[in-house]
């Protein structure tokens, strides 16, 4: 992640509080403030071998491998820095490194601790976001099947290797191995080459071969970075230092930041390279990605108006090629940290990455979709297996294939950055059911059915065909949450929750509704037009319930406005425990029922009681057969039926 990191490390503050204890450790800082940290690290260790300890020595030698992108011996040496006493003191950004270096080397809870720490100094939103979810890392690896990822191979160097954008069925990306220029300087840094844009050739299924240098006309100097494509691909825009014509321009504190430059294809070459008119000497702006009509530009940047430490901003392209002004995305997607790289489907989702919002590593890699009106729903951790422990990041997908592309520094790689390639096995699912009457069970044909989502915005209306039935085949996501509405003139209105599982397959939601006007014939049971379809009684016990009693206070109602109606209690149990008691159980009940309506003000010679046990299940729940409770309480059940109305 070297060079990745070089490319943000303007937008990404790094504390400048330094003191000497030593004068190794002097001429160490000269090196470290240089961004040489190369040398910095092996000056820094040799100090620390002989024991000396400073808070000053041990933020060095941490933020030296974490900027570096080796989280798991950043986490020695900040372990050190933190087990001084003096440590209560260090700045907050410390805590945050600290946390993410832990959760390099799977030492999650530690850095949930720290992590609550760093959100309690700063103030951050994120900290009430991480206490509300204790099982975030569980969350985040339950739909691992979701990808399938391997190393892209061969296309990968011993350098860093990262920031694939597609360029029709061509694969740019940058890269700090060695070019054919005998002349490429290495950066003291990061001991690598200054990077260069290649290509590589896709196969059908993903496969990248063949990288060779994507053209001389962009280089420079310095970096060159993670370029974007119009569709018709004779403009692109790329990041590089700030370096143009021959010279490097540098902000008040002498550090050379990042520009975004825009090139057009001419007669087989990029010409005309021009920065943006959003560009400053003073802060950074890079990585970007354009909309799928071409005409909004994103990028990262830490511009003033940022949120964080670096946000994503869009920008507005006119048509006569001139830009409006650059737009702060907003908290739903910027936080107080790092979002950075971002990439904008055909579909209008938005991918970016992120140190901050609930993450398994240093980088993880979210997805946002895009409204009508521009703004963003919630964001959602991919997951892994496309995030781990360590940074991941530009991630960019076909959404016709399935096929897509995201760099890492994950442990296993060629390099210190590597392109990873994933096939995304993409979760289908159809909400389908039937909608009847509850007491009949007759199908209601053209029925209104409705959908909405966990926040009840309504996706879709359908109305059910001749047999009653529905689809919803548009836009469903696995692992969701929904509520079904099914309306009827003849019908009371009634709403119902679905959660779709995630896999792929068919959802099945049927849905009764209750007629608005029941006629009562003899042979109806009361219960199931009331809703009575269980009076609860207290283990082996048959006293009316409290909670019972309200429901029977329906049948009685119902009762007293037909004076010569006549209904029969029937009392039923499960298959638990044996037939006999079973009997005599139900039995008590039904009579402890009747009871309670004479109690009520029902003449007695209106009603008859008996208790059926278990002879009359409804389902096959019947004894050795394995039922679900839910199975089992459909069993027991109160029926009130209707002998006569005369």
Known sequence: MKIKTLLIIAIFSIGNNIYSQFGKEAKADKRYNNYAYVDAIEVYEKVAEKGHKSVNLFEKLGNAYYFNGEYDKAEKWYSQLFAMPEAANVAPEYYFRYAQSLKSVGNYEKADQYLTMFYQKTNNPSGEELLKNKDYLAQLRKDSDRYKVENAGDINSEYSDYGSVFKGTDIIFTSARKSKDVFQKKHSWTGQYFTRLFTAKAAEDGKLSDPQEFSKDLDSKFHEATPVFSKDGNTVYFTRNNYFDGKKGKSSDKVTKLKIFKATLKDGKWQDVKELPFNNDSYSVAHPALSPDGKTLYFSSDMPGSIGDSDIFRVAINEDGSFGAPENLGTTINSPLRETFPYITDQNVLYFSSDDHIGIGGLDV???????????????????????????????????????????????????????????????????????????????????????????????????NEKGDFVFDKNIECDKKYYIR????????????????????ETKADISLEKKMVPLVPGVDLGKILDVSIIYFDLDKSDIREDAAADLQKVIAVMEKYPNMKV?????????????????????????????????????????????????????????????????????????IVISLD
């Open 366 to 464: 979210f997805e946002a979709k895009m409204n009508k009106d521009g703004s963003f729903t919630s964001i959602k951790n991919v997951g892994a297996p496309v995030n781990s422990p360590k940074d991941d990041f530009s991630y960019i997908v076909n959404t016709k294939t399935h096929v897509g592309y995201f760099t890492s520094n994950r442990e296993g790689g060629k390099g210190s950055d590597d392109i990873y390639k994933f096939k995304e096995n993409v979760c289908v699912q159809i909400l389908k059911g039937s909608v009847s009457d509850m007491l009949s069970l007759v199908h209601i044909p053209g029925a209104k059915m409705s959908l909405f989502d966990a926040n009840m915005t309504l996706i879709e209306t359908v109305d059910a």
């Open 486 to 505: 099914g309306e009827h003139q003849d019908y009371e209105t009634k709403e119902i929750p679905v959660t779709v599982p995630l896999a792929s397959g």
């Open 568 to 640: 029969d209690i029937r009392s039923h149990t499960d298959s638990r425990q044996s037939h006999k008691y079973n009997e005599k159980l139900s039995d008590r009940r039904a009579k402890s029922t009747l009871e309670y309506m004479v109690k009520n003000g029902i003449d007695r010679s209106r009603l008859t009681a008996k208790g059926y046990g278990e002879t009359q299940l409804i389902n096959g729940c019947s004894n050795g057969v394995k039922c679900s409770e839910e199975e089992h309480q459909k069993n027991r059940r109160s029926e009130f």
